[in-house]
């Protein structure tokens, strides 16, 4: 019966400091997609990053079959959907085999959208990646 009653405090005492901790900062990448018409755009990123440390951007393309899709021009919008925040639009440079990098950094924590506009042709393609970014 003791052991019972005990074994419930370690598991509130648990839950309470593990509540819900703001996410730690780390490396991991996070790899997101989006298929729009004919075309899939990934976006790849550090998972949890952190404010205003430079960070990459990987968008990859392929086509319909898988292949990957050069010649396209890319750039990032991003924006913050709970207030204005000032333009920040990285270009993406083509790195071959339907790789785009982009660099820049998040001025400020909490939710990001990462929307990836990207033109081919006379196509316009526009994809959106939800990122936190934290202090
Ligand atoms: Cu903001």
Redesign the pocket.
């Known amino acids: 019966m003791w052991h019972r009653f005990f074994l419930i405090c370690v598991c509130a005492l648990f839950f309470a400091a593990c509540g819900a901790p703001p996410p730690a900062p780390e490396e991991e990448l996070t790899r997101q997609q989006q298929t729009i018409g004919d075309l899939t755009i990934a976006f790849e990123g550090v998972a949890v990053p952190r404010i205003n440390t430079s960070q990459q951007f990987v968008i990859t393309l392929t086509d319909e079959t898988g292949q990957p899709r050069d010649g396209a021009d890319i750039y990032l919008d991003m924006k913050?959907p709970?207030?204005p925040?000032g333009i920040n639009r990285p270009i993406a440079e083509p790195e071959g085999d339907g790789r785009y990098v982009a660099y820049s950094a998040y001025t400020?924590e909490?939710d990001w959208e990462m929307i990836v506009v990207v033109r081919l042709g006379d196509d316009e393609y526009r994809a959106v990646f939800l990122v936190v970014a934290v202090e």
């Open positions: 913050m709970a207030m925040m400020m909490g």
